[in-house]
C-alpha cells in the first residue's frame, strides 16, 4: 500500500475542532481560487497542524490525569531496540543522517538483544515492539535472525519496523515480512518517484491482499523541513515552546545499542541517558528515579527540560 501524505487534505469539524479552526477552513477554501498554490498549502498546512495540537493535546491530558497523576502509570506500550547505531540516508532534516551523524558506531550484544527480548515474553508484552529507532535496520546482517527471535519470543506483540528501503533487497523482504506485524517503507525521493527495488516489492505485494496489508511504502521527499528534534534537527532550528505535555517517557521505551535508555525518540544521542539495561531488568528500569524525575517535570510543561524546551513533535497516546 503506497502512502502519500502529500495528497491528505485537512478537513475540520466545528464540533470535535472548534469554531475558530473551522471558520478559518471555510475562509481558506472561499478564499482558495484567489491565492497562489504555495500560499494556499501553507494555510492548511498550519490548520493541519492546530488541529492536530488541539486532539492530542486534550488525549494527552486525559491520559496523564488517569494514569500519572493517579500514581499509575503501566508498563511501556511501546518499545524500540536500536541494534546498530547507523544510517546510510542523507535527509537534511534529520540529526543522525550519515553526514552528521556523530556517534560512535555501535552494535548491541547478541546476548543482550535476546535477554531483552525474553523479558518481554516472560511478561507477556503485547504492546509496540519496534527493531529499529535512529537508524537503519538493514545496515545489520542480523536483522532478519533477530526478527525471527522477537517473534518467536514475543508472540503477542506488535512487531513493526522502518526501514528507507535502500538495503530491503526482495530476497531479505520475503525472508522477514512473516515475523513482521507490519513494515514501513519510507521511499525518499524529491520527485516521489519509487526506487527500483521498492517499485519491485510493491508490484509482487499488489499480488496478494493480505500481504499488501503488511507493508505501507510511504513516498517522502529528503529535501523538505519536519519537526525540531528537540531543537537537533539540522535544518530546521524553530524555537517555540508548545503548551502541553509530552506522552512519550510516559509509554515509550528507547534502547541504545549500549543498552541503555534514552529519553524517547528524539534522544538518538542518548543526552538523557534513563536506564542501564545491563544492570536491570526492564520493570526496575521503566520505574527508576531517573524516569519519575523526568515525568514529574515534562508534566508540568516542556521548558522544564532542555531537550523538550524546543521540541515540536505531537506523538499522541493512541499511538504509544
Known amino acids: 500500500m503506497i502512502v502519500n501524505r502529500y495528497n491528505k487534505k485537512t478537513k475540520l469539524d466545528v464540533l470535535e475542532d472548534g469554531i475558530y ?9 472561499l478564499l482558495k481560487n484567489v491565492l497562489t498554490i504555495g500560499q494556499y498549502e501553507k494555510i492548511e498546512k498550519w490548520l493541519e497542524r492546530e488541529q492536530q495540537f488541539k486532539h492530542i493535546k486534550r488525549e494527552t491530558e486525559e491520559w496523564l490525569k488517569k494514569n500519572h497523576d493517579t500514581g499509575k502509570i503501566p508498563m511501556f506500550s511501546s518499545i524500540e531496540i536500536e541494534v546498530i547505531n547507523r544510517c546510510n540516508g542523507i535527509c537534511p532534516f534529520c540529526p543522525v543522517n550519515r553526514n552528521t551523524d556523530p556517534r560512535k558506531l555501535k552494535k548491541m550484544d547478541e546476548a543482550l538483544f535476546k535477554r531483552i527480548v525474553d ?12 527493531l529499529h529507532s535512529n537508524n537503519e535496520p538493514f545496515l545489520d546482517s542480523r536483522i532478519i535472525e533477530f526478527t525471527k527471535y522477537a517473534r518467536e519470543h514475543v508472540p503477542h506483540a506488535h512487531l513493526y519496523m522502518y526501514t528507507n528501503g535502500t538495503l530491503l533487497t526482495m530476497e531479505k523482504f520475503k525472508a522477514i515480512i512473516p515475523f513482521l506485524d507490519r513494515i514501513v517503507i519510507d521511499n525518499y525521493d524529491d520527485e516521489l518517484k519509487l526506487i527500483e527495488n521498492v517499485a519491485k516489492i510493491h508490484e509482487y505485494c499488489q499480488k496478494d491482499r493480505k500481504l499488501n496489508r503488511k ?5 517522502r521527499k529528503i529535501h523538505e523541513v519536519l519537526n525540531t528534534r528537540g531543537g537537533q534537527s539540522p535544518n530546521n532550528k524553530k524555537k517555540e515552546i508548545l503548551n502541553m505535555s509530552c506522552i512519550l517517557p ?45 515525568r514529574k517535570k515534562l508534566r508540568k510543561g516542556r521548558n522544564e527540560i532542555k531537550l523538550c524546551k524546543y521540541c515540536d513533535t505531537l506523538p499522541g497516546p493512541k499511538g504509544y
Open 21 to 29: 479552526l473551522y471558520v478559518l477552513w471555510k475562509v481558506a477554501l
Open 119 to 130: 523479558e518481554l515474553g516472560e511478561i507477556k508484552y503485547s504492546g509496540r515492539l519496534a
Open 215 to 219: 507493508v505501507e511504502i510511504h513516498v
Open 250 to 294: 510516559y509509554k515509550q521505551m528507547v534502547v541504545r545499542p549500549d543498552g541503555k535508555t534514552s529519553l524517547c525518540c528524539n534522544d538518538p544521542y542518548g543526552k538523557y541517558t534513563l536506564a542501564d539495561l545491563n544492570k536491570m531488568s526492564l520493570r526496575e528500569a521503566w520505574y527508576t528515579q531517573r524516569y519519575e524525575v523526568i
